[in-house]
């Protein structure tokens, strides 16, 4: 099974700060990674595919990075809506994907 | 406008059974490969199933095999997850998830709303 590692698992950000989120892969995946924000009580949803591609709607300030094993995902300048949790999903395996384990993205 | 709608999530005794629905509406479900996802509280996503379009092809989660059993009616627009000897671990927030597709890569763009399935006496 492929996993994926997340770091950090929690951050801490001022609005407007730049943030990084790393994602990586236990074996080589290509780019076919994605991306996913969760808010509370909330479903998943899609924000880039592709490893670089942003999905339909999402802000620019939303962009993605990376192939083979190491991937990021980057808020360049994070507004109040953007607090939330963030999964990296690899799909090399699909249809038996899994997830990484999460960023969780807090006010400082 | 895509809606998946889940239900039929509840409170059951460890070793006892459940059925989760999916109601889709807003594409052609039959042109779609589905899929379960859940989220135990506070934790991350787990994959636990797939089926295929036709139901041709079906995988499962290593922590959910033979004991959970995916299908779908395409007639009724509606995917089902029938879940037997539940375990406390199986304890999650269930989402149902579609396969979509944009020039070829596939990825899970659209979920419902999920529905809490809790195992406990």
């Known amino acids: 099974d492929i996993q994926l590692t997340q770091s950090p698992s929690f951050l801490s950000a001022s609005v407007g700060d730049r943030v990084t989120i790393t994602c990586r892969a236990s074996q080589g995946i290509s780019s076919y990674l994605a991306w996913y924000q969760q808010k509370p009580g909330k479903a998943p949803k899609l924000l880039i595919y592709a490893a670089s591609t942003l999905q339909s709607g999402v802000p620019s300030r939303f962009s993605g990075s990376g192939s083979g094993t190491e991937f990021t995902l980057t808020i360049s300048s994070l507004q109040p809506e953007d607090f939330a949790t963030y999964y990296c999903q690899q799909l090399n395996s699909y249809p038996q994907v899994t997830f990484g384990g999460g960023t969780k993205v807090e006010i400082k | 406008e895509v809606q998946l709608v889940e239900s039929g999530g509840g409170l059951v005794q460890p070793g006892g059974s459940l059925r989760l629905s999916c109601a889709a509406s807003g594409f052609t479900f039959s042109s779609y490969s589905m899929n379960w996802v859940r989220q135990a509280p506070g934790k991350g996503l787990e994959w636990v199933s797939y089926?295929?379009?036709?139901?041709?092809?079906?995988y499962y989660a290593d922590s959910v095999k033979g004991r959970f059993t995916i299908s779908r009616d395409n007639a009724k627009n509606s995917l089902y997850l029938q879940m037997n000897s539940l375990r406390a671990e199986d304890t999650a927030v269930y989402y149902c998830a579609r396969s979509g597709s944009i020039f070829g890569v596939v990825l899970f763009d659209y979920w419902g709303q999920g529905t809490l399935v809790t195992v406990s006496s």
């Open positions: 089926i295929s379009s036709s139901s041709s092809t079906i």
